[in-house]
């Protein structure tokens, strides 16, 4: 009796694409893990949140990557280990990469890195403090209506 190795994993579409993980494929992406990452960004609003801490002054006609998705750009690349910018010139056409951030793999490509550079060195003093506040509102989302006894901080000394 043969047996059927093939398994096929659905994830949420994306777009009008349909998304799956085949173990079979001859051709593949070794950071097909970064889909998993795609599926904890689309159930957080913490990246919603923090795009909308940035000012973006960029000439509205000519946006092409909007904050948000060069977000996701950099949380999936992080997530996988690309810690630098530069990381994202050779990742822009990764098909996993795209899928995570967001967009349409084969149709859209990531930004590049001077676009994602651009976006980091924009960080201003209120955008930081606005982030942080979309840090705690997701803290606060994540009880979902459950409200704890007591939530303790740990403030660590810095290291010396």
């Known amino acids: 009796m043969s047996q059927n190795s093939e398994q096929i994993f659905s994830f949420t579409s994306a777009g009008r694409c349909e998304v799956e993980a085949v173990f079979d494929e001859p051709q593949v992406t ?35 990557h909007p904050v948000l998705n060069i977000l996701k750009q950099r949380v999936a690349q992080i997530c996988c280990g690309y810690f630098k910018a530069d990381d994202g010139d050779r990742l822009r056409h990764d098909p996993a990469m795209v899928l995570a951030s967001g967009r349409t793999p084969g149709q859209d490509a ?45 403030m660590d000394p810095p290291a010396k």
């Open 30 to 64: 070794s950071d097909a893990g970064v889909v998993l990452v795609r599926e904890v960004l689309e159930r957080s609003e913490l990246l919603r949140d923090m795009a909308a801490a940035v000012a973006d002054e960029r000439r509205t006609g000519s946006i092409r």
């Open 110 to 154: 990531l930004a590049s890195q001077p676009t994602v550079s651009r976006l980091e060195n924009r960080a201003t003093a209120r955008a930081l403090l606005r982030s942080g506040y979309a840090f705690v509102a997701d803290y606060v989302r994540s009880f979902r209506g459950r409200r704890p006894k007591m939530v303790m901080l740990a």
